[in-house]
């Protein structure tokens, strides 16, 4: 039998103990061997046959701990310990579960952040009937896929990411169903501007785009050269994509301007592809149903 996620926390921290890089299928080995997990229940699937049961809660696993920064992705499928991992890892902790994991301040903070602090994941709760626990589980996988979401966009050419913003923008319904309603056009001479959409499909007004694929938070500076550039087109409005976050000087200098300048950080950027489906795709749906009660009163 496959254990729960809590129970890989400890394993892939081992698997990762001396502090090297270690892609994710040697983790993923290591925990197999570990644990004495055979290779046909590493097989067996979760009900959307999408994953193995394996796969998915070693994911989960890897996704707590990187929420109380114990273990941190250099790089594309591959993990590494944080100094605060390497000092768990010392410490070689009795238990490590959910409840361990709360000791840390930034895992603190992720959990005071979700919608629903009541739970905490502790789905024993007597006080949580099953659709609030299914609501309140659909947040977290959300939460989770967002997260993903924004790393394979972190890794995406400046080009690519360009590319992106038009294709979301496309998506949200600008510029229609016309194949040259949204292009590209940053580059050397750009002039700040990166892209460029229809607002609707006649065309009658266009909307200008900058996308910075960045770590460091946009400050104030960027919109003022963003303003300017929107000046040298003669438009009046325009949208500022970061994968990053904008500072309060930024924002202050948005609401400011006499241009109409939408701000997206990555947050809302990440949670606006997975709204409308660009860079993911379904993988399960579950609907709830509810008594009819119009139908039954027919019988009374």
Known sequence: MIPDYQKFMWPVLKAIADKKEHSLNEVR????????????ERKKLIPSGKQSVFNNRVSWAVFYLKKAELVESPKRGFLKLTAQ???VVKQQPEEMNIQYLSRFKSFRSFINNSENTESDHQMNQTSTTPEEMLSENYKLVRKQLAEEVLEQV???????FEQLVIDLLLAMGYGG??????????????????GVIKEDRLGLRQIYIQAKRWEKPVGSPEINRFCGALSTKNADRGVFITTSSFTSSAIQ???RSSYHIVLIDGEKLAELMIDYNVGVVEAKRFVIKRIDTDYFEQFT
Do not use: Y
């Not at 169903?177 to 990166?194: L, M, N």
């Open 29 to 40: 080995d290591f925990i197999a061997k570990e644990l004495n997990i055979s290779a046909k």
């Open 85 to 87: 991992g390497a000092r």
């Open 253 to 255: 200098a948005a609401e």
């Open 154 to 160: 972190m890794k995406c050419s400046p080009n690519a």
């Open 177 to 194: 169903s016309q194949q040259d309603a949204g292009q590209v056009v940053g580059g050397t001479g750009d002039g700040g501007i990166d």
